[in-house]
């Protein structure tokens, strides 16, 4: 398909997706690579007791902690703290 049909079809709103190689495809800074940390007990305990808090595993917490910090240090904004969640027994 040349260019310009493929530029109208999009603009048009159709279906291109038959026409892209997705295999070839990556998302931009979404590459990833393992990295090993070694925290102090009781930073794990703590990581534990918010993951089954949220009902998520402690790398999610991790990350998604890390995630928030990063983009709050890269806008400049200062970094916006999640209120506690509270149970009731």
Known sequence: MKAKKFEQQFDEG????????LSK??????EQKRVN?????????SLDREARKM???????????????LEATASHMPLQRTPKVTTHR
Do not use: C, N, Y
């Open 25 to 30: 495809g990556r998302r931009v800074l979404q």
């Open 55 to 69: 009902g998520v595993t402690r790398l999610s917490v991790i990350k998604v902690w890390l995630a928030e910090r």
């Open 37 to 45: 940390v070694d925290f102090p007990t009781w930073m794990v305990d």
């Open 14 to 21: 159709a279906d291109i997706t038959a026409s892209l190689d």
